[in-house]
C-alpha cells in the first residue's frame, strides 16, 4: 500500500538499499550471497515467521534488483549466478519484467464468496431467497455456501442484512485490469505475459510481497561512478516522494550528491509532448480518426493495442514526455547518458524499446532511487542547496494527475483554436480504461481526446511511489501554483523541436 511504510515497503527498501551499497563499494560482487543474511538477521524470522523462507525470498529479491532472473525452486544455483553478465553499466532489462516468486506466493482463491461468524441465522434467510443456483442452505442455524455451485454473482452478499457473506478476491488478480493473472497447478498466481502490459499494480497489491520487479539500481551506480557524465531526468510526480520536507530543491542536490550531472524536469518534455498531441489532434480529428488517445501512459497504450488492435492508430504517435526529454538532453549532451527517475513500472519496458533505448539508457522509479540515496548516506537535510528554477508549465507538471494530459492539450488546442470546442474524457485504472475504449468503439466518443491512465489517480498512483496519493496530488498542485508559465506553448525549449526530425517525433513504438 502505497504511503504507508509497511513490512514489504521494508524489505523491499532493505533489497534497494543494499543492492545499491554494493555497487557503490566495488569488488567482488558474489558477496551477495551473505545480504540475505544481513537483511534478515538472527534466528527468528520476522515477517513470515520462518526465517528460512524471509532470506530466500529476499535472495530472490536482490536477484531482480540487479536484473537476474528469479529462480525455480527445484532449480539449485547460486544466488550469484549470472551477477558478473550483469555489472556492467548497458544492461537493458530481460523479460519478464513482472515476476512472481512462487514459494512466497499464499495461493489465495482467485474468487470465493462465503459466510462468515456474523451470520445470525435470521428466519428470513433472504441469502437462500436471491441465490439463483440454490447455492446456499441453513444448516445449524447458519447459512452455508456450496461452493460448487456458487457462480460468484453476489447477489446473496448484497441482501444479507448483517453484512455476514464477503466475497474475497485475490488482491493481485483484483487490481489487474488485463486479467492477466491466473492460477498455476498449485494454486499460485501465475503471470499471462500475452496478456500483461507490466503497470505494476500487481506487485504494490501482493500483501505478501510474492511479485517483484526487475531494477536497474546496479547498473545506475555503476554509471555514476564511470567517467560518463550522468543526467536525472524525474517525472513530475516526484514532489513530496522522498519527504514530506523535501523541497524540490533538496532532490536535485541529493541528485548531484551522488553522482549525477544536473537533474532536468521531465515536465519540460510533457509541455512539448501536449503541444504534439494538439498538433495531431488537429490534423487527425475527425478527418481522419474518429477520436484520439493520448501517448504518454505506456501501460494504457500497450493495453489499447492488444484490446483494439483494430485501432491502434488512434493512439497518438507522439513521443512521450520521457523520451522527449531523454532526448533534448542528449542533443544538448551527446556524450552522457540519461536516467528516468519517476513513479512508472511500465516506462522500464517503454525505454528497452529499440526506438528509445539511445534517448533514455536507464529507469528508476521513486522507490528504487530512494535506496540508492540510503545507500550513499544522503541527510537531505544537510545538503548545499542552489536556487531552484522552475523551468515548465504548470500544465506540464499537471501530466502526473488524472486528467492532467489533456487538460494541457486543450490549454494548446484553445491557444491554436480558440473557437473550436474539444472535448475529453478520461478513464484511471485499466479496468476502466478498457470500458473508455469499448465505449469509443461503439462511437460514443467521436471528436473526443481521450486520456488513458493505468494507475488510479494517474502517474501519482504508481507502482514505484512512495507518497500517498492524495498527499501527493495536494503537493503537485501546490508545485504547479509556483510555475512562471501558464501554457505549454510559452516553453523556451520549443527552440529544441527544430533539432528533432517529424520521423522521430511520430515513430512507432511497438
Known amino acids: 500500500m502505497r504511503g504507508i511504510y509497511s513490512n514489504k515497503t521494508e524489505i523491499r527498501h532493505k533489497v534497494f538499499t543494499e543492492v545499491a551499497r554494493m555497487a557503490f563499494e566495488g569488488g567482488d560482487f558474489t558477496r551477495i550471497e551473505e545480504l540475505p543474511y544481513k537483511i534478515i538477521p538472527g534466528e527468528i524470522g520476522k515477517y513470515y515467521n520462518n526465517i528460512f523462507i524471509e532470506r530466500a525470498i529476499v535472495g530472490e529479491r536482490l536477484r531482480a534488483t540487479i536484473g537476474l532472473p528469479i529462480r525455480k525452486v527445484s532449480e539449485h544455483a547460486p544466488l550469484s549466478d549470472g551477477i558478473d553478465a550483469s555489472a556492467i553499466d548497458e544492461k537493458y532489462y530481460d523479460p519478464p519484467?513482472?515476476?512472481?516468486?512462487?514459494?512466497?506466493?499464499?495461493?489465495?482463491?482467485?474468487?470465493?464468496?462465503?459466510?462468515?461468524?456474523?451470520?445470525?441465522?435470521?428466519?428470513?434467510?433472504?441469502?437462500?431467497?436471491?441465490?439463483?443456483?440454490?447455492?446456499?442452505?441453513?444448516?445449524?442455524?447458519?447459512?452455508?455456501?456450496?461452493?460448487?455451485?456458487?457462480?460468484?454473482?453476489?447477489?446473496?452478499?448484497?441482501?444479507?442484512?448483517?453484512?455476514?457473506?464477503i466475497k474475497q478476491e485475490r488482491p493481485c488478480a483484483a487490481a489487474c485490469g488485463m486479467n492477466?493473472?491466473?492460477?498455476?497447478?498449485?494454486?499460485?498466481?501465475?503471470?499471462d505475459y500475452d496478456q500483461c502490459v507490466s503497470?505494476?499494480?500487481?506487485?504494490?497489491?501482493?500483501?505478501?510481497?510474492?511479485?517483484?520487479?526487475?531494477?536497474?539500481?546496479?547498473?545506475?551506480?555503476?554509471?555514476?561512478?564511470?567517467?560518463?557524465?550522468?543526467?536525472?531526468?524525474?517525472?513530475?510526480?516526484?514532489?513530496k516522494q522522498f519527504g514530506d520536507e523535501v523541497t524540490p530543491a533538496m532532490v536535485r542536490a541529493a541528485l548531484k550528491a551522488v553522482g549525477f550531472e544536473e537533474m532536468e524536469e521531465v515536465a519540460i518534455g510533457a509541455d512539448l509532448c501536449a503541444i504534439q498531441e494538439a498538433a495531431d489532434f488537429i490534423k487527425e480529428v475527425p478527418e481522419h480518426l474518429s477520436w484520439l488517445g493520448t501517448s504518454c501512459c505506456p501501460a494504457w497504450s500497450v493495453m489499447a493495442k492488444k484490446t483494439l488492435p483494430e485501432y491502434a492508430n488512434h493512439i497518438s504517435m507522439t513521443l512521450t514526455p520521457?523520451?522527449?526529454?531523454?532526448?533534448?538532453?542528449?542533443?544538448?549532451?551527446?556524450?552522457?547518458?540519461?536516467?528516468?527517475?519517476g513513479p512508472c513500472a511500465a516506462k522500464k519496458l517503454e525505454a528497452s524499446r529499440r526506438s528509445v533505448r539511445s534517448d533514455i539508457d536507464f529507469v528508476l522509479t521513486f522507490e528504487e532511487m530512494m535506496g540508492i540515496f540510503d545507500a550513499k548516506g544522503i541527510d537531505f537535510n544537510n545538503l548545499e542547496l542552489e536556487e531552484f528554477r522552475q523551468t515548465s508549465s504548470s500544465y506540464g507538471k499537471g501530466f502526473a494527475a488524472s486528467g492532467g494530459v489533456a487538460n494541457a492539450v486543450v490549454n494548446v488546442l484553445n491557444s491554436i483554436d480558440p473557437d473550436r470546442e474539444v472535448k475529453t474524457v478520461k478513464a484511471e485504472g485499466l479496468a476502466e480504461c478498457k470500458k473508455m475504449l469499448m465505449l469509443a468503439k461503439a462511437g460514443k466518443y467521436d471528436g473526443y481526446l481521450l486520456e488513458g491512465m493505468a494507475c488510479p489517480g494517474g502517474c501519482l498512483g504508481g507502482a514505484g511511489v512512495l507518497a500517498d496519493v492524495r498527499k501527493a496530488g495536494i503537493a503537485l498542485e501546490q508545485d504547479k501554483s509556483k510555475s512562471e508559465l501558464t501554457k505549454p506553448s510559452q516553453s523556451e525549449y520549443l527552440k529544441y523541436l527544430h533539432l528533432i526530425t517529424k520521423e522521430e517525433l511520430y515513430e512507432n513504438e511497438d
Not at 520487479?213 to 516526484?238: E, G, H, M, N, R
Not at 532526448?327 to 549532451?333: A, G, L, T
Open 97 to 165: 519484467l513482472i515476476n512472481i516468486i512462487k514459494f512466497a506466493c499464499h495461493a489465495c482463491p482467485e474468487k470465493k464468496i462465503f459466510v462468515t461468524n456474523g451470520c445470525q441465522g435470521c428466519i428470513e434467510h433472504p441469502c437462500v431467497e436471491v441465490c439463483p443456483k440454490k447455492a446456499i442452505h441453513m444448516e445449524n442455524g447458519h447459512s452455508v455456501i456450496d461452493q460448487d455451485k456458487c457462480i460468484k454473482c453476489g447477489k446473496c452478499l448484497n441482501a444479507c442484512p448483517y453484512n455476514a457473506i
Open 322 to 341: 520521457m523520451v522527449l526529454t531523454g532526448r533534448m538532453i542528449k542533443k544538448r549532451h551527446p556524450d552522457c547518458k540519461v536516467v528516468f527517475i
Open 199 to 239: 503497470c505494476g499494480m500487481c506487485l504494490v497489491s501482493c500483501p505478501f510481497s510474492a511479485i517483484v520487479d526487475k531494477s536497474q539500481i546496479f547498473q545506475t551506480v555503476l554509471a555514476l561512478k564511470s567517467d560518463t557524465p550522468i543526467y536525472a531526468a524525474i517525472a513530475p510526480s516526484f514532489v
Open 180 to 191: 492477466a493473472i491466473k492460477s498455476d497447478e498449485y494454486g499460485r498466481a501465475d503471470i
